[in-house]
């Protein structure tokens, strides 16, 4: 299945305003009329989320999640957003060398994947992958640690910012070449699909990917073989709207991301919204691992 | 001599050789990503301004497209600059380049050729690029004949060879020592000039000992050499290769057979890095004037490191290791 979610790049102006306060002013606005949490679960409606391409089902129109679950993707997300504008700071400061590409804006994207996930499914992304890192087993001193090049870094500093992996959160990286994740994601199916016995769901594996990578022809490759061969693949593009810095309109002349799998069903869910990210994303997993193809 | 010099960087000699080649060729096109708004190290700056979108413009992020694009356009009498952003980034361009690029004229029988074609990319370690902006190709691609690979030292060298490889009837690959963009500053001719490709430099002359280096190298060992010198007496001859494929065998193999000595220092792996060509190459013709073995002084055989940077690299420290070895050994 082909995923895309939509992000917004954020503007400085938008990280300063990125309080608490503001935080939960505008998630009051986004979730509905929420009056109160005083009962232990709550249902969201998401009308509007979900737009489906060459597929007749679609995932529900609303999620019910209960306050630890809602308090748990708050925490993660909260966390990553403050992760990421620290290391942002430590780079204009020069105390992080290298490169050091920042996932804040997106964290909705990842902490609902995850939240649809299991902990077998296997994850492989770009090099904007801090928040993933934190998400499939890592720690903050870990991931940090690997950026200051100490060897309590993920991988002993020898990769910084671009190459964090996790052999047991399933999490593969963390790749440096663009577009180069999606056929290894590919393979990572493949031997999912071939370790389980037939008939019994497989885990799946997705590959994240931007909007500037979705050009590259190792995709529609793998795109080809994961449908030739009913593999349990995700093709996931996270839509920023910039391949590194050119907008999309002078990057893709076509930009449906979701709609590029040719024959492979897609769905377009809004990646602002970790709600709408996890059910649509329960969904997807659902059609992946039972069989039907990407 | 040219009568009006300004000082400039790389980038900006880089600049200055597209901007002549846009002025003085019609069918020039400059492109690749970012290349646009100037280029993510400033090479295009100000050009797309200039010469108009149709002359200059962005790519999507397709290195084998670029490279195949490329070549059409050259095929068809055209003169493409093509930038892979980072040679790091030249791989999946690599069949392209090997497979189409390096064999157009040949196959056809001389119907066609691509020589219209330069690509250009920034190679070598620059501090901080870790494993996928640290990398210089230069030996997976001289090991294709058809193709002309070039890297120039600094900024007058940079210019001069630039027009020389857009110029050129054979398709060039200049790769653009990028720790040097902005820290080397040369006095570079304003003029239109061009240097010839195929001939190597010699920077120094010395009696004792030959070292070959190319690229960003060659400050490096421009410091063994000072140091080789005031420390103790060694007299090293210093060449810079300037065009890796076709090198300039001659000029090594005459220094050679003159000093009897030789130490070959470049940033890439050890192993089949270009070094290893030329050693080949000159015990072959000059076995019998050499005094001691050959030295090779290069990266290791690991991926590139992040934090380990300042091991991996061969500095002068190392290589005036390798002069004082050669010196010793001959005694």
């Known amino acids: ?294 | 001599g040219f009568a009006n010099k300004t000082k400039m960087n790389l980038f900006t000699a880089i600049n200055s050789a597209m901007q002549t080649a846009l002025e003085t060729d019609p069918s020039t096109v400059i492109f690749g990503e970012d290349v646009g708004f100037g280029g993510v190290f400033r090479c295009s700056t100000g050009l797309r301004d200039q010469f108009g979108s149709d002359r200059v413009f962005n790519t999507p992020l397709s290195e084998t497209g670029i490279a195949g694009f490329a070549i059409g356009y050259a095929a068809q009498g055209g003169t493409s600059v093509a930038e892979i952003q980072f040679a790091d980034y030249i791989f999946p361009a690599l069949d392209q380049l090997v497979n189409e690029m390096s064999k157009f004229r040949y196959r056809s029988g001389n119907q066609w050729n691509c020589g219209g074609v330069t690509v250009r990319t920034p190679v070598g370690a620059v501090g901080h690029g870790g494993h996928y902006h640290s990398q210089s190709p230069e030996a997976y691609l001289a090991h294709t004949p058809g193709l002309v690979v070039v890297m120039p030292r600094g900024p007058r060298a940079a210019k001069g060879l630039l027009l020389s490889s857009i110029r050129s009837k054979d398709p060039v690959i200049f790769m653009e020592p990028k720790a040097l963009y902005r820290a080397s500053v040369e006095d570079v001719p304003d003029d239109d000039y061009m240097i010839p490709l195929g001939k190597a430099e010699i920077l120094r002359s010395g009696s004792d000992v030959t070292v070959v280096g190319w690229g960003g190298q060659l400050r490096i060992l421009q410091k063994a050499c000072d140091m080789a010198q005031s420390e103790h007496g060694i007299s090293c001859e210093l060449i810079d290769l300037r065009t890796i494929l076709p090198w300039d065998v001659d000029c090594v193999v005459d220094s050679t057979e003159k000093t009897g000595k030789l130490v070959v220092s470049h940033e890439a792996p050890i192993t089949c890095g270009f070094g290893a060509e030329v050693v080949a190459t000159v015990q072959e013709r000059s076995f019998l004037s050499l005094e001691a073995p050959i030295q090779r002084v290069c990266g290791y055989d690991t991926p590139f490191p992040l934090v380990f940077e300042k091991y991996y690299i061969p500095d002068e420290l190392k290589n005036l290791e390798a002069i004082k070895k050669v010196v010793d050994y001959a005694q």
């Open chain 1, 1 to 294: 299945m082909l995923g895309s979610l939509r992000s917004v790049a954020l503007t400085a102006a938008r990280r300063a305003a990125a309080t608490p306060t503001a935080a939960s002013a505008a998630s009051a606005g986004r979730y509905g009329a929420l009056r109160s949490m005083s009962s232990d679960t709550a249902t969201f409606d998401l009308t509007g989320s979900f737009e489906m391409y060459n597929i007749d089902s679609a995932p529900e129109n609303s999620i019910e999640m209960s306050k630890e679950e809602l308090m748990g993707h708050f925490e993660m997300m909260y966390t990553m957003r403050r992760m990421e504008i620290t290391c942002d700071n430590e780079y204009k400061a020069k105390n992080i060398r290298g490169f050091c590409h920042l996932y804040d804006g997106q964290e909705a994207v990842a902490t609902g994947i995850n939240a649809a996930f299991e902990p077998e499914d296997d994850w492989i992304t770009s090099y904007r992958c801090h928040c993933i890192a934190l998400l499939r087993g890592g720690t903050i001193k870990e991931i940090v640690g690997e950026l200051f090049g100490l060897s309590c870094g993920m991988s002993q500093a020898k990769g910084g910012s671009m190459h964090f992996y996790n052999k047991a959160g399933h999490f593969w990286g963390g790749a440096g070449i663009v577009g180069a994740q999606v056929p290894l994601g590919t393979g990572l199916a493949f031997a999912n699909k071939y370790a389980v016995k037939p008939g019994e769901p497989m885990n799946v594996a997705i590959g994240c990917y931007g909007d500037g990578a979705a050009n590259q022809g190792q995709i529609w490759e793998s795109a080809n073989m994961a449908s030739l061969w009913k593999l349990p693949m995700i093709f996931c593009i996270e839509n920023n709207q910039y391949g590194m810095g050119t907008s999309i309109d002078r990057h893709s002349s076509h930009s449906d991301y979701y709609k590029m799998g040719n024959h492979i069903p897609g769905i377009r869910i809004d990646g602002m919204n970790v709600l709408a990210v996890k059910k649509g994303m329960e969904f997807v997993r659902e059609f992946a691992s039972t069989g039907n193809g990407p």
